[in-house]
């Protein structure tokens, strides 16, 4: 019998835990920006609009815009469903579909072999965001339903779900391009675990997704930019931030993830060459290689976005976890040290918005200096998860993290307590 009724609680009821604790969160951000920026139900500049448009009559191909707005259709076409105005609809869409990823962050983290407090620690670092905290700044975007599907299909890929996998994804394509991440880490997963003959399965997963892409092109049209214009307006948009300001670009690649990018590359640093060398490690290991080895891709997307932190927070199933897993790979001073790092970054980011940013207020399109400044209060509350995640590390409540749960059959049940 633990000592600890909340720890027990939770084991007993995980799931409501779960899903009440991601909602409570969920909540707390929007709230928080609501307070922040004002008006909050607003369609904002930049690309809000368009998708917007397409909830007006989403199957109706004459009245669409651009590439690539033009086949993210499902969010609009969820936000048209609503017995509600768009508006709300859009709101109501995204902030149930934040707190359903919330879910899925914490059952993936789960049956890759987290104990429920190391877990829900994933959760918080998921919800308490500057990604999420922008989203519910402009409600009018595809971002939270994007990020459920992402959780989603990260999680059928490490549990190797080959159907459910490809059928994702192919919806997936129909939110947001961006998911796609996920097809090159699961070739790879597959690789490692099946050798050559793995291949198959990534490109059977594919068909669906290429099926949805070629469809919705011929459905919609295929006007638009061409991709040379495309890059040349999103390169053009990282030069002007790095005109005015040589910290602006750092900046938004810090605010993905804070210091999570430093605990991720040090497992990356201490674990790829162990999957390189040998032959055989565990699922979790391999996976999460995988997922390492192409985050590197997901720094591509600058060349056709405006917004870095937005685009950087697809690879969150990879980030993460990875983070999480290093924490054990520190000493006690090191431990210490980093908490100290931590602070100190959420500090800076802090500084940063209130001294630095605010004269760059406007400079990126839909970005408002409220918006800036509670994007940078939230990093911080995230660097403070950060520190608490560094800290309450171990103990028996954590104890054997470092076995995955889930072998290749699927049949093994999670641990329930690590």
């Not at 027990?8 to 929007?30: K, N």
């Not at 995204?94 to 429920?116: E, I, K």
């Not at 675990?193 to 669906?208: F, K, L, N």
């Not at 056709?304 to 950087?312: H, K, Q």
Request: with cysteine; proline share 6%.
């Amino acid at each position: 019998m633990s000592s600890n009724p909340i720890a027990d609680a939770w084991r007993d009821h995980e799931l409501p835990a779960a899903i009440l604790t991601s909602t409570l969160l969920v909540g707390l951000v929007v709230a928080g920006a609501s307070l922040f920026v004002d008006p909050l139900l607003v369609v904002r500049a930049g690309d809000a609009p368009k998708y917007f448009q397409i909830a007006r009559a989403p199957f109706d191909a004459a009245d669409v815009p651009s590439a690539p707005f033009r086949y993210r259709v499902v969010t609009p076409v969820l936000a048209w469903l609503l017995p509600t105005s768009r508006l709300v609809g859009f709101a109501v869409v995204n902030v149930s579909a934040l707190a359903a990823s919330g879910v899925v962050v914490y059952s993936y983290l789960r049956d890759l072999g987290f104990g429920v407090r190391r877990a829900g620690f994933g959760l918080a670092l998921f919800v308490v965001s500057p990604a999420v905290a922008y989203l519910s700044t402009n409600l009018v975007l595809v971002d939270g339903v994007t990020m459920f599907m992402l959780a989603c299909v990260f999680w059928a890929a490490y549990r190797d779900r080959l159907v459910v996998f490809a059928l994702l994804l192919a919806l997936g394509v129909a939110t947001k391009e961006s998911v796609l991440f996920a097809l090159p880490i699961y070739g790879l997963y597959c690789l490692q675990r099946r050798g050559i003959r793995g291949v198959v399965r990534p490109v059977a997963a594919a068909i669906p997704a290429g099926v949805m892409y070629l469809g919705l092109r011929v459905f919609y049209g295929f006007s638009g930019d061409t991709l040379s214009a495309i890059v040349a307006r999103g390169v053009g948009a990282q030069l002007d931030k790095f005109a005015m300001s040589v910290f602006y670009i750092p900046y938004e690649v810090y605010s993905a993830f804070g210091t999570l990018w430093v605990l991720a590359a040090l497992w990356g640093l201490l674990t790829l060459p162990k999957v390189v060398r040998e032959r055989s490690v565990d699922r979790r290991t391999a996976f999460l290689a995988a997922g390492i080895a192409v985050v590197p891709l997901a720094f591509l997307q600058p060349l056709i976005a405006r917004n870095i932190t937005r685009v950087l927070f697809i690879a969150f199933p990879v980030v993460i976890p990875t983070a999480l897993l290093a924490i054990d790979h520190l000493s006690r001073r090191l431990r210490l040290a980093f908490c100290g790092f931590a602070a100190l970054a959420g500090l800076a980011g802090v500084g940063g918005a209130l001294v630095v940013l605010p004269s760059l207020a406007g400079s990126v399109e839909s970005v408002s200096l409220p918006a800036i400044q509670y994007l940078a209060l939230v990093g911080a509350a995230n660097e403070l998860v950060v520190i608490l995640a560094v800290v309450f590390a171990g103990g028996s409540d954590d104890a054997g993290v470092g076995k995955p749960s889930v072998p290749p059959s699927g049949t093994e049940s999670r641990s329930e307590s690590d």
